[in-house]
């Protein structure tokens, strides 16, 4: 499905900068899903938001990271002051708000270079 | 917490070989499973699910997978593998337990089908 729409696809930094990474859910889905996946590793859970909502930020790191779903507009994850080790790419999911199993709805992702 | 072990990192096949893609998961309580494929330069996309039912599964493009509860495995099958199949593939798991009903992931498969 081409439904959940990521930008931009790719993004260079250099250490310090900021890094701000865009989410457009799948029409009539309320929920988003971030995740992380750095080289050779698996998919990593980092937030769950609702609209205007932070309902999980389980996986988020403490600091320099941030996310939001506002009323209007995409969703955003925020890096600030990125570092090397924030290079990977990250994936937005989204599900309908009625009946949420688990079943995700994928992006094609952002891949976040850190120079 | 929840883990998921796919022990196959690199896979290579030949062209009507069987596959198996192992998954094992840590979690003693109600879990559904997932698959999911990630073809080259594509977003990820649900190959199948189990949540209930059935433990067999039949999922997309000839896959199934067998939930073996006594083992905590959910091993994907094709018996007879295309060079189209070459992707990397995720199991993952979550629990109705968790209201976020995020999805845990492993580390994922590649899998190289030769022609």
């Known amino acids: 499905n081409a439904g959940v729409m990521q930008n931009p696809r790719h993004l260079v930094r250099r250490r310090g900068q900021e890094a701000r990474l865009r989410c457009s859910p799948m029409?009539?889905?309320?929920?988003v899903y971030w995740y992380r996946q750095l080289p050779e590793e698996g998919l990593k859970f980092m937030v769950y938001?609702?609209?205007?909502?932070?309902?999980?930020e389980s996986g988020m790191p403490k600091e320099r990271f941030s996310a939001e779903f506002p009323k209007e507009g995409p969703s955003i994850l925020r890096i600030q002051q990125v570092v090397r080790g924030d290079s990977a790419a990250y994936f937005c999911?989204?599900?309908?708000?009625?009946?949420?199993?688990?079943?995700?709805?994928f992006g094609e992702g952002s891949r976040l270079t850190v120079l | 917490a929840q883990s998921v072990s796919q022990h196959n990192h690199h896979v290579i096949l030949s062209e009507a070989a069987s596959l198996e893609l192992g998954c094992n998961y840590s979690y003693g309580g109600t879990v559904n499973l997932f698959w999911y494929v990630q073809y080259p330069g594509q977003h990820l996309q649900l190959l199948l699910k189990?949540?209930?039912?059935?433990?067999l599964v039949k999922g997309i493009k000839g896959f199934e997978a067998e939930f073996i509860t006594s083992k905590f495995s959910f091993n994907l099958r094709k018996p007879s593998v295309q060079w189209s199949d070459t992707a990397e593939y995720f199991c993952a798991v979550n629990t109705p337990r968790d209201s976020s009903y995020k999805l845990i992931f492993g580390s994922g498969t590649r899998l190289l089908v030769r022609p």
């Open positions: 189990y949540f209930s039912g059935d433990p």
């Open positions: 029409k009539g889905h309320s929920h």
């Open positions: 938001l609702q609209k205007e909502n932070i309902i999980d």
């Open positions: 999911a989204s599900s309908p708000p009625e009946g949420n199993t688990g079943e995700l709805f």
